[in-house]
Each structure stands twice: as structure tokens, then as C-alpha cells.
């Protein structure tokens, strides 16, 4: 059931809300343990985020959510073409301000990223307060799905309980993910145009999850909708936060072998290493090498070695120097919006 507020009334959405809900059977009389659906959903409604970037064609909507998980302003949401704008991200507050939002970092294997606006004394999720969830657990779900919420419109909210928990690596032949861990499976509708990014929390109003983008079946074309828990998510966003690369190895004293790979080796010309961080961009591709034979092309940016991330040039050096010139080498490049996986197969 979708539960929105029509501007311009005074913020009434979570009486509508609850009194909708308990016509349906859902909700509860409040008490001094249980407080009402309508003062949960008023808790959660400032810590929901707008995002509008890049879009806007069809089928491609410049829109999206997210929720805050700083009192200064860092936005969890997640990883998709939106975020790629030319000039800046939008953020707009439950209060209707407007924030131009800078992306901190991202994570494609999880498909999350970390936002940031200039901002100070927000309300904001606790990490250190998310919960996890079991089948039968109810939830609420809270997003700007189909951009409903424009201004200081209240996000849209989705009453439900949790169908299963579930690898999401299970559905890979029919769905269409990078991330393969588990997943909240809902039995509501939550993953609509806009609402990835979106929170998912307990009947509490801690978050438990983060709304996943649309995926749909190969098969049958049904829509799955789906979570991904804050617990999965806990280690990127802290790196993120802190602008650290994320863990690549938990031995850093691992073995590297007498003869390891290079790019030079494999085929790859990078771009030329003149900042402390440069990019890992493909700049040529030396003839009949494994990396054109693997189908890499230039201006391919490439994201992670053997699925360990690789933010920098000097970091895919070191990452191939844990890996035997004998071996294959898996990578995963992004091309414009896509993410493609590639095997470079030595000679």
C-alpha cells in the first residue's frame, strides 16, 4: 500500500498513513513499547533523501533516494547512472532545502555509494543502531518511488513484512546484479522507478536495510523487491566514510609469486600516473595482447582485480603483483554506465 502526502497540507502524511494501515489490518494501537505507525514514520521522514542527477530519458529516470546516516551531511544511496552528473547532484531534505551533493565514494560491487552535502545538526540514521531482520519481521519502507516527492512532499512509505533472506547470488541467472550476497526479500512493492537507496527499518524505525535497484526476471518478467542488510554493508560505508580504500587483503603479508603479472605484460597502456591517486583508466591496448583479446578497449576504467577493488594505478600494479603469470587474470571495468566482467588469459 503506498501512503503519500499531497502538498500542500500541513504534515499529516503519518495520520493518513496510520489510519490507512489499520483499515488494512496492519497497524497497531500505540503504547508506551509500541509507539503508532504515524510517529515512526515521523521519525523516519527527515532522514530520507531526494536525489536527482543525470537521466531523464526514457526509461532512465534523473531520480532516485537516500537516507542520511550522518548529522553532517553524509548520504547513503545507491550506485547508479544518476550519480554520474556532469555538474553536480541535487539533494533535496524532507524540509525541502536544496543541497548540491558531491559523491565521496562508491562501491559497485555492492552497488552502494556515499553522497555529501554541506550541511550541519541533521537527523540521521544510527549505524551503530541497525538491526537485522528474519522472515516475518515487519517493516516499513520509505522512498521517493516514482518522484512523488519533489519539495517538502513527504517521502512515499510501504508497510510489509519480510517474505525470506536470501542470496541474491541464487537469482543471478534470471537477475541482473553485481552484488551477491543476502538480501531481504519483501513482500511489498519497494523497488520501483526512484526508490533505490531508499530505507527499509523495523517497526522501531531503526534502519535494517538498503532498497536495492530494479531487478526483473529474464524468464517470466515478474519484479523482485528486495534489501540489501546494513550488516553487508557496514565495513564499505565506514571506508567510504573515511575516504580509505576498502580492505583488499586480510593478509598483508601475503606471498607474492617470483614472477607476477603486469600491465605490460597482460597487454595494458594506462593512462599516465601523475597523481597520487590516477585513475586506472585503459589508455591503449598493445595488438594481438591478452587484454585486447579479452575485449578491453580504451578509456575502460578498471574497478576491481580478481574482485578485490582497485582505485588507483598504483594500486592495480600492486594487485597483480600478488597474482602468477600463469594464472588468469579476472577484471571488472566500467564502460560509460556499464559494468563488464573480462578474463585476460595469458599466452
Known amino acids: 500500500m503506498l501512503i503519500k502526502r499531497q502538498q500542500p497540507l500541513p504534515r499529516v502524511h503519518a495520520l493518513v498513513a496510520c489510519a490507512l494501515l489499520a483499515a488494512a489490518g496492519w497497524a497497531r494501537p500505540a503504547t508506551a513499547q509500541s509507539p503508532s505507525l504515524a510517529d515512526v514514520i515521523e521519525t523516519i521522514q527527515p532522514k530520507i533523501v531526494k536525489i536527482y542527477g543525470s537521466g531523464g530519458l526514457h ?10 546516516i550522518s548529522a553532517d551531511g553524509h548520504v547513503l544511496t545507491a550506485w547508479s547512472y544518476v550519480l554520474d552528473a556532469e555538474e553536480y547532484i541535487t539533494a533535496v531534505l524532507d524540509d525541502g532545502a536544496r543541497y548540491g551533493a558531491t559523491l565521496v565514494n562508491h562501491d559497485p560491487r555492492l552497488d552502494v555509494a556515499i553522497l555529501k552535502i554541506e550541511a550541519t545538526n541533521l537527523p540521521c540514521f544510527n549505524l551503530d543502531e541497525a538491526v537485522s531482520l528474519q522472515p ?17 512532499e513527504a517521502a512515499s512509505a510501504l508497510y510489509g513484512t519480510v517474505a525470506a533472506v536470501s542470496p541474491l547470488t541464487a537469482r543471478r541467472g534470471a537477475f541482473t546484479s553485481l ?13 520501483n522507478p526512484g526508490a533505490a537507496g531508499g530505507a527499509v527499518t523495523d517497526r522501531q524505525g ?3 536495510g538498503l532498497i536495492g535497484k530494479e531487478l526483473r526476471h529474464a524468464l517470466d518478467n515478474t519484479w ?6 546494513i550488516a553487508e554493508l557496514r565495513s564499505s560505508i565506514e571506508a567510504m566514510r573515511a575516504g580509505r580504500q576498502l580492505p583488499r587483503r586480510a593478509d598483508a603479508t601475503a606471498r607474492k609469486p617470483a614472477t607476477a603479472h603486469t600491465p605490460a605484460a597482460l597487454g595494458l597502456v594506462l593512462v599516465p600516473d601523475v597523481l597520487p591517486k590516477t585513475p586506472p583508466f585503459v589508455d591503449q591496448l598493445r595488438a594481438d595482447s591478452p587484454a585486447q583479446s579479452a575485449g578491453l578497449q580504451p578509456d575502460d576504467l ?13 594500486e592495480l600494479v600492486e594487485e597483480l603483483s600478488f597474482i602468477d603469470h600463469i594464472d588468469a587474470v579476472r577484471l571488472t571495468v566500467q564502460r560509460g554506465s556499464e559494468l563488464i566482467d573480462v578474463e585476460l588469459k595469458p599466452r
Request: proline share 5%; glycine share 10%.
Open 59 to 68: 526509461g532512465l529516470e534523473a531520480y532516485q533516494s537516500g537516507v542520511l
Open 136 to 152: 516475518g519481521d515487519r517493516v516499513l519502507a520509505l522512498s521517493n518511488l516514482f518522484g512523488i516527492a519533489v519539495g517538502d
Open 179 to 191: 552484488y551477491s550476497g543476502p538480501v531481504y526479500v519483501l513482500d511489498v512493492p519497494t523497488n
Open 206 to 208: 531503526r534502519l535494517a
Open 224 to 229: 523482485l523487491n528486495f534489501a540489501i542488510p
Open 302 to 314: 578498471i574497478l576491481f582485480v580478481n574482485d578485490r577493488m582497485v582505485s588507483s594505478c598504483k
